[in-house]
């Protein structure tokens, strides 16, 4: 399960489901639970918590939590017949012990849990595909997150998915923060019935709610949190699009799993592949990666 010699713990949750801690020995920590094989907490070697979960969030099946970072599979959003962001985030997981070999990069001198995914027979109901997904969690000597899915398609036939690692992360205020790596870009407005526009700014502020899908984006993209003096760097291959959203007021006070002043203190931004679904043959296998960091700002 780990050979790094670092420290991974495996414990219970509030409702009895299996959750597994990952801490390197500088103290920064990840949490991960079983239950939607679901980043839950992300910590600095400070103890400084750098992922936002509500306070009303839910923490039991059928309920995905409303924070830390969801895997949303095999779709995205309401694109397809399936439930909102499709079933991986609800489903229990379970720990690969003997997952196929990664790169030797992507275990040395770092804390690690290797989940997996298959379909259930309610699954095959709803999508009638036959595959395993692999996910690495990844906590690094310097802290930084890392999170590596491979989705083999064990089935007769082809099929194609969409993905998005929704990352929510915890930031000062909203109105403070600035995302950069974005500008000139075509994306998809879900508040204009996915309408294409080109971002025409510098930076991407928050003054509203957005709920957009960045379009063939560059593999590193960058949040400011100015107030906080820190900046995430998100890192992604495999991933050509960007989900950026907050539901601003109106749309807060709706959700039931959400505060609704919580908007203030978040903001989601996904790596995904939305646009162009990522079509597997049989026996083929498909890679993403997304690759978290933070820095303080000079």
Same mark, same amino acid.
């Given at each position: ?75 995205? &959003?309401? $694109? ?8 991986? !985030?609800? /489903? %229990?997981?379970? #720990? ?119 379009? &063939?984006? $560059? ?8 107030? !906080?003096? /820190? %900046?995430?760097? #998100? ?64």
């Amino acid at each position: 399960m780990n050979n790094s010699g670092l420290a991974v713990e495996v414990s219970k949750d509030r409702n009895g489901a299996d959750q597994i801690l990952l801490r390197n020995p500088r103290g920064a920590s990840a949490k991960v639970g079983l239950h939607g094989g679901q980043v839950l907490s992300w910590r600095t070697d400070r103890g400084e918590e750098l992922l936002f979960t509500s306070s009303k969030a839910i923490f039991k099946p059928p309920y995905a939590v409303r924070g830390g970072i969801p895997i949303c599979f095999p779709q995205f &959003g309401q $694109r397809g017949s399936l439930e909102q962001h499709g079933f991986a !985030r609800n /489903r %229990t997981w379970i #720990i690969d012990e003997n997952p196929p070999p990664l790169h030797p990069n992507d275990a040395c001198g770092k804390a690690y849990i290797d989940l997996l995914l298959k379909p259930s027979e309610d699954d095959l109901k709803i999508w009638p595909h036959s595959f395993e997904f692999r996910l690495r969690v990844n906590l690094t000597a310097d802290g930084n997150l890392s999170l590596i899915s491979r989705i083999r398609n064990i089935n007769c036939k082809p099929f194609s998915f969409s993905i998005a690692y929704h990352t929510y992360f915890s930031i000062s205020d909203i109105s403070e923060v600035r995302v950069e790596g974005l500008e000139t870009l075509d994306y998809l407005d879900n508040l204009y019935q996915r309408e294409r526009f080109t971002e025409q700014g510098d930076a991407l502020t928050f003054e509203s709610e957005v709920d957009r899908v960045y379009l &063939g984006s $560059r593999d590193a993209i960058a949040i400011f949190d100015h107030e !906080r003096k /820190r %900046t995430f760097f #998100i890192k992604k291959e495999g991933l050509p699009d960007v989900g950026v959203w907050n539901p601003w007021e109106k749309k807060s006070k709706a959700m039931v799993d959400f505060g609704d002043e919580e908007y203030k203190q978040m903001l989601c931004v996904n790596g995904a592949a939305v646009e162009k679904p990522i079509t597997l043959k049989p026996g083929e296998e498909w890679t993403g990666r997304l690759e978290l960091s933070v820095v303080p700002s000079s």
